[in-house]
């Protein structure tokens, strides 16, 4: 962008990150921002985090108003734990194609193929998917609830590589469904290599929705909040990261004087990526787009949930 440009981008932020502020405290509202974020919808939130740590805030804010900035199904988990609370987003278009591989009519299916077996969702599914499992996990803690489950058989939806990565830390036999989360699973054993050869003193971090093969090469696996205390705490300098790049900007923040790599013609979700600062405003503004579970089903998914935000 030339200088000009540049300069017009920066007063257009400057008067709506102004404007929000404003909007927020007429609202009574808070701003939740996943990691995987534009950095701009980051530097404005009250609480950036993994999907665990968003679940928890929204489930224990005082806030009259929760904007979600992430994708549906997160917004979705927000207004389950928080029911008395309006819940809004600020584009209905991002959704996760991972959460929209498993649905209700399947789900029933498996069940009654497996009777005996208990069923754990990966947070990334439907309000309605919810509602038919046992409990939720999300990558933080998806080993510590699969060792929770009363039950030697677990039906895992829908990340089958999140499932086989969790696999090998349980003695439960484990039927995994077919998911997938279509941007980590491009990262390939190929670009990993082609990487390490470009950044020989670097450890290759990975999230457990990489493929096996790819997870398999970490120097360390780990949900994003996992990645990012390690980076921290290391004392390597430089990193390849698998995971979504948007998790760059608190790997900077936390640790300045460390480099970060993405294989970013990949690790970019484009559902993550159709929010922005404008939009943020918008729907504090017009109060839309709201998020609305039907009871019924909110009732069910919510059991789900709170057994897994007790899980330790
Ligand atoms: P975490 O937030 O649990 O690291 O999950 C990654 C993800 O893909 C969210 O959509
Ligand atoms: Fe879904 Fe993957 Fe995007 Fe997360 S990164 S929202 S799992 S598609």
Same mark, same amino acid.
């Given at each position: 962008m030339e200088a000009l440009a540049l300069e017009r981008k920066a007063e257009q932020n400057r008067e709506l990150k102004e404007r929000l502020l404003q909007l927020k405290k007429e609202r009574n509202a808070i701003i939740l921002a996943h990691y995987y974020q534009r950095d701009e919808v980051q530097e404005v939130a009250d609480f950036r985090g993994d999907s665990f740590l968003l679940a928890q805030k929204a489930a224990q804010t +005082? &806030? =009259?108003v929760i904007v979600f900035c992430g994708v549906h199904f997160m917004g979705e988990s927000a207004k389950i734990l928080a029911p008395n609370k309006k819940v809004i987003i600020? +584009? @209905?278009? &991002? *959704?996760c194609p991972m959460a929209d591989m498993v649905n209700v009519d399947g789900l029933r299916a498996l069940k009654r193929q497996h009777p005996n077996a208990k069923v754990v969702a990966y947070i990334n599914t439907s309000a309605e998917v919810k509602s038919e499992t046992d409990i939720c996990c999300t990558s933080a803690n998806a080993i510590n609830v699969i060792n929770s489950? +009363? !039950? =030697? @058989?677990i039906i895992w939806v829908p990340d089958k590589n999140l499932g086989d990565y969790v696999s090998k830390f349980t003695s439960k036999k484990m039927i995994i469904w077919e998911g997938y989360c279509n941007t980590h699973d491009m990262l390939t054993v190929k670009d990993v290599e082609e990487m390490r050869a470009q950044y020989p003193n670097a450890q290759f971090v990975v999230h457990p929705e990489c493929r096996p093969e790819v997870v398999k090469m970490g120097d360390f696996v780990g949900s994003t909040t996992a990645i990012i205390k390690y980076c921290k705490e !290391? +004392?390597?300098?430089e990193f390849i990261v698998g995971? @979504? =790049? *948007?998790t760059g900007y608190q790997l900077r923040m936390d640790s300045p004087d460390k480099q970060f790599h993405f294989a970013t013609k990949y690790l970019v979700c484009p559902n993550m990526k159709v929010n922005n600062l404008k939009k943020i405003v918008k729907a504090l503004e017009t109060m839309q787009p709201e998020i609305y579970v039907p009871e019924d089903v909110a009732e069910k998914a919510r059991l789900s949930l709170e057994r897994m935000l007790q899980v330790k």
């Open positions: +005082d &806030a =009259d600020p +584009d @209905e278009r &991002a *959704g489950v +009363d !039950s =030697d @058989e !290391s +004392d390597c300098k995971t @979504e =790049d *948007g």
